[in-house]
């Protein structure tokens, strides 16, 4: 009978000091009593728990497989199980990556018997089984970008990706998808918006839940890409250079006059749409445009992101171009007025006027100038075997073409269409 009264007293110990040590937790997550049904009455399906990281492993084990209950067993436990199931139930829910995405609760009930504990978990969720099993897994910086990149040029509204890494974070996400726009002013048109969250907030190991806008429904991207591509065809197809640096010179003088009478009403100016669609640009559209012709030239050229003028500086885009191996600036929104002030421009003759964060683009101290590019190109023009001066050429730098069938339109209301092919039985489809 002592021995009885003994072990009611230590039970009734151990309760109240579990209790106490619960209280640092939330209180829905702990709820305990005494074992009052028969031994072996005890699920012979519960998970066996021996110490605290298996303990967290198959709580995650529940939600990658979205279970709402599940049935532990503590025996032979190397801690205190009510104890640690407080804090593992809090730190899954709110420090796990996947916890913190994926739960809305976590509680448990456990049952104390004689030599261990039996624990009956319970998780309701705020994401479908889908949207766990859709987490796209990233190891490296790399990895990430590879992915995320995929989401962007497929026309995914979103992505959901784990990375391991502190090398990725909300910004630098917003940052590249920003910069693979500049890179690729082509398949997407118009600049997607990012929207990141982060679960948890903060810490190197986090699933980030990325949501894409894109300006435009799908079903008018996509043709606008097409138009777009192809007159950047045309365009780099009727480019009569051969050598680089007279290739990239032809190439911003082309844009230039391309642009050298604005609508009035301008379509879409900050970017290469605009510019070789309806011949409006702004520094941004003028630097997408040149970035997009000169990689179809096979000339590498970079989309710079900075700002002009020394008082009340302004935000402001241009390029900078490989030639060889030397780096040069080249403005095409200031070609018009002075080419030699805008192309083939080193760092020293640039700076002050622009500003630029320096770190993130090559150095440019390339030695070449427009003017020994234009005098190479007069010296490569045949000349007259008698001596005279050969004929100046007055042409035109060649214009885009009118769009082709299903190729974008410009509409008089400033909108865009898509022609279509001719159906064959004597009707044309109506334009969009």
Not at 150 to 177: C, H, L, W
Request: net charge negative.
């Amino acid at each position: 009978m002592k021995k009885k009264i003994l072990s009611l007293l230590l039970a009734a110990l151990m309760l109240l000091t579990a209790a106490g040590c619960a209280s640092v937790f939330e209180a829905d997550y702990y709820h305990e009593e005494d074992f009052s049904g028969d031994l072996g009455n005890v699920p012979g399906t519960a998970t066996e728990i021996s110490n605290y990281n298996m303990l967290k492993t198959a709580l995650t084990n529940l939600i990658i497989r979205h279970e709402e209950r599940g049935e532990f067993r503590f025996s032979n436990y190397a801690g205190r199980p009510s104890e640690d199931l407080a804090a593992a139930c809090f730190e899954i829910r709110t420090t796990n990556p996947l916890g913190a995405y994926a739960v809305e609760t976590l509680t448990y009930e456990t049952n104390r018997v004689v030599s261990f504990y039996v624990a009956d978990v319970y998780i309701s969720y705020k994401r479908t089984a889908q949207e766990i099993q859709s987490i796209q897994y990233a190891n490296t910086q790399s990895d990430f970008r590879e992915r995320l990149i995929k989401a962007v040029d497929s026309y995914q509204n979103g992505a959901v990706i784990r990375m391991f890494s502190p090398a990725v974070d909300e910004d630098y996400i917003i940052d590249t998808v920003r910069r693979h726009y500049y890179d690729d002013p082509v398949t997407t048109v118009l600049e997607p918006k990012v929207r990141v969250e982060s679960f948890p907030n903060e810490g190197e190991n986090r699933v980030y839940d990325i949501q894409i806008s894109y300006a435009l429904p799908f079903d008018r991207i996509i043709p606008m890409s097409l138009a777009l591509d192809g007159k950047i065809y045309s365009a780099a197809s009727a480019m009569q250079q051969t050598e680089p640096a007279k290739l990239a010179l032809e190439a911003a003088a082309y844009l230039s006059m391309l642009c050298s009478e604005q609508s009035e009403k301008p379509n879409y100016p900050d970017t290469a749409y605009g510019v070789f669609l309806a011949q409006n640009a702004d520094a941004r559209g003028f630097a997408l445009a040149y970035r997009a012709l000169c990689d179809r030239l096979g000339i590498e050229c970079t989309v710079v992101e900075g700002v002009v003028g020394t008082m009340g500086a302004q935000p402001h885009f241009w390029n900078i171009i490989c030639l060889g191996d030397a780096f040069y600036h080249v403005d095409v929104s200031a070609f018009a007025a002075n080419p030699a002030a805008a192309f083939l421009l080193s760092d020293s003759l640039l700076w002050g006027k622009y500003i630029w964060d320096t770190a993130e683009y090559p150095a440019c101290s390339g030695s070449l100038t427009y003017a020994q590019v234009v005098e190479l190109q007069e010296e490569a023009e045949p000349q007259p075997e008698d001596g005279t001066p050969a004929p100046t050429d007055t042409t035109e730098a060649p214009q885009p073409e009118e769009p082709a069938s299903g190729e974008a339109e410009i509409t008089p209301g400033g909108e865009r269409s898509v022609a279509q092919p001719h159906s064959g039985d004597g009707e044309q489809p109506d334009a969009e």
